[in-house]
Nanobody, 124 residues
């Protein structure tokens, strides 16, 4: 079992930066692929980025590639999402999710462990 708690959201002006954290409990978190999704008001939840259990593999959606960086510190059981050059269209609730997998996926249905989400609001 893994429990996830996101933090780091807030209000920022366009062009600014935020770093989200996803803190996990559970001894096997270091074996889990971890992913960030986001959901804007009135829209479906969408994939943002994932990272492999050892941090060697990452993958980003086209909308955030080059601006966001996903990383992890397994000693701290935490996955991060560094968000730079934020745009108003990045406004959403950001969720982290994780599961024991051999490969990453951008489909939310394959992840069984989810956090409660953290709000990111980017003003123009």
């Amino acid at each position: 079992q893994v429990q996830l708690v996101e933090s780091g959201g807030g209000l920022v002006q366009a062009g600014g930066s935020l770093r989200l954290s996803c803190a996990a409990s559970g001894r096997t978190f270091s074996s889990y692929y971890t992913v960030w999704f986001r959901q804007a008001p009135g829209k479906e939840r969408e994939f943002v980025a994932y990272i492999s259990w050892n941090g060697c593999r990452t993958y980003y959606s086209d909308s955030v590639k080059g601006r966001f960086t996903i990383s992890r510190d397994n000693a701290k059981k935490t996955v991060y999402l560094q968000m730079n050059s934020l745009k108003p269209e990045d406004t959403a609730v950001y969720y982290c999710a994780a599961d024991l997998r051999r490969s990453g996926s951008y489909y939310e249905d394959v992840y069984n462990y989810w956090g409660q989400g953290t709000q990111v609001t980017v003003s123009s």
